[in-house]
């Protein structure tokens, strides 16, 4: 494990705060980084003891898988057998919010517990400029799960990484607020070689339906097959309510749309489904500040209101021990 950090570094985005990030993680040290969906805790992903660190950092469980971020295609086939599904959503959407699950080569050179012990890695390329800046510099792949404590609400501001590992890492790359907002759609292929969702997120099925000629199912598992599939996750300290048309007592309530006027907080004034995923964690760490039990009022199951349900749902879900 390595030590705790008395201060950690805040880093600009400039030639010089990317060039210490990736000192610090050639040393083994853990560097938040940003990226379009949420800032991640990024470790040397081929180094054992940074590996341990981000688990120790996060509280994580073992079990729970990392995702790995490449620099682009090329990097991706060096670590994993990617099929044609893969290839052909990999030339669609990266750099972006989709991470794509793939057979390990045998020569792969990860840590061994990024995978959790599955013979499978989550790979994914970043399109935030910072984040790609820091892989070229870097030279090598970055596992990077959320950058905050594991079941907690995930971070989507520089801020919201101090509040929850500050003196747990060594440093913060400041890339502003993540335009995303919510954690990246992960994919993974059924026997037949057809995509399947095994998390909703940034990229809808019906994004990806021009690029397979079908609109992927979501499936699930009773085992972890890949990162973000615990069922108490993404959690505030306060319990939460869904699908709540009025709160109830001292809750607080988070609406969507036109008709929550009242709400205290509201992902879309509008009924946006795009800005209601880009708000949703920065509005769950606001309400949660206020020591409320919280309300959030019904979204729809469609488009990007997909992956804000799925992470309701798991924020909402009995916590687990």
């Known amino acids: ?60 469980p073992a079990h729970n898988p990392l995702i790995v971020h490449v620099a682009g295609l090329d990097a991706a086939l060096e670590l994993a057998q990617l099929d044609p599904t893969a290839r052909a959503l990999a030339c669609h959407f990266w750099p972006g919010a989709l991470t794509l699950v793939a057979p390990l080569h045998a020569a792969h050179g990860l840590a061994p517990a990024v995978t959790a012990g599955l013979g499978t890695v989550a790979l994914r390329m970043p399109a935030h400029p910072a984040a790609q800046a820091l892989l070229a510099e870097f030279g090598g792949p970055l596992a990077a799960p959320s950058a905050n404590p594991s079941g907690q609400i995930s971070p989507t501001t520089p801020a919201h990484v101090m509040a929850g590992l500050s003196g747990r890492i060594a440093a913060v790359l400041d890339g502003g607020a993540c335009p995303v907002g919510v954690e990246s759609t992960i994919i993974g292929t059924d026997d037949t070689g057809r995509a399947v969702v095994l998390r909703a997120g940034g990229i809808s099925p019906e994004m990806m339906a021009d690029v397979l000629g079908y609109t992927p199912a979501s499936t699930q598992s009773a085992t972890i ?31 969507f749309g036109p008709d929550c006027a009242g709400a205290d907080f509201n992902l879309s004034a509008k009924g946006d489904l795009a800005e209601a995923a880009a708000q949703l964690f920065a509005i769950l760490h606001m309400a949660d500040a206020t020591g409320r039990p919280i309300a959030v009022a019904p979204v729809p199951e469609r488009g990007l209101g997909l992956a804000i349900n799925d992470r309701l749902r798991r924020a909402a879900a009995p916590r687990e021990a």
């Open 225 to 255: 097959t890949a990162p973000g599939q615990l069922a108490s996750h993404y959690a505030p300290r306060a319990t939460v309510r869904l699908n709540a048309a009025v709160p109830a007592g001292t809750e607080v309530w988070i609406g």
């Open 1 to 60: 494990m390595l030590p705790e950090h008395d201060q950690t570094e805040q880093l600009d985005t400039t030639p010089k705060g990317i060039s210490r990030a990736s000192t610090i993680l050639h040393s083994g040290g853990l560097v938040a980084m940003p990226t379009e969906t949420v800032y991640g805790l990024a470790g040397d992903a081929r180094n054992p003891a940074a590996i341990a660190a981000i688990f120790a950092a996060k509280g994580r």
